[in-house]
């Protein structure tokens, strides 16, 4: 059984950072494609595809609405997914979920099936 822990979440000034990691506890964790999503307050909110990245970290894709601002990276020798978010902006409050799928390359976003618990990104005006 795969499991994925996440941390790095809080709550920061609108242009801050914060660096998201999540720790997968699988014996080949190059196997998987990792991901975020996110999903924002409120009734009615659906859980939005943030960044994806292939087994290698050579190619990855991200929401319009991040690009620029976000990367995602990974370190498979530590098992572990990031996601460095830069000049947040308030509408990026959220609960961060960390996902992944067996594979290695990135393919449609409903094939994550592993998600984390979720950590709470919190952005102030």
């Known amino acids: 059984q795969v499991q994925l822990v996440e941390s790095g979440g809080g709550l920061v000034q609108a242009g801050g950072s914060l660096r998201l990691s999540c720790t997968a506890s699988?014996?080949?964790?190059?196997?998987?494609?990792m991901g975020w999503f996110r999903q924002a307050p409120g009734p009615g909110k659906e859980s939005e595809f943030v960044a994806a990245i292939n087994w290698s970290g050579g190619s990855t894709e991200y929401a319009d609405s991040v690009k620029g601002r976000f990367t995602i990276s990974r370190d498979n020798a530590k098992n572990t997914v990031y996601l460095q978010m830069n000049s947040l902006i308030p509408e990026a409050t959220a609960v961060y979920y960390c996902?992944?799928?067996?594979?290695?390359?990135?393919?449609?976003?409903?094939?994550?099936?592993?998600w984390g618990q979720g950590t709470q990104v919190t952005v102030s005006s």
């Open positions: 996902a992944g799928h067996r594979g290695t390359e990135i393919r449609s976003y409903g094939e994550f099936e592993y």
């Open positions: 699988v014996r080949t964790f190059s196997r998987y494609v």
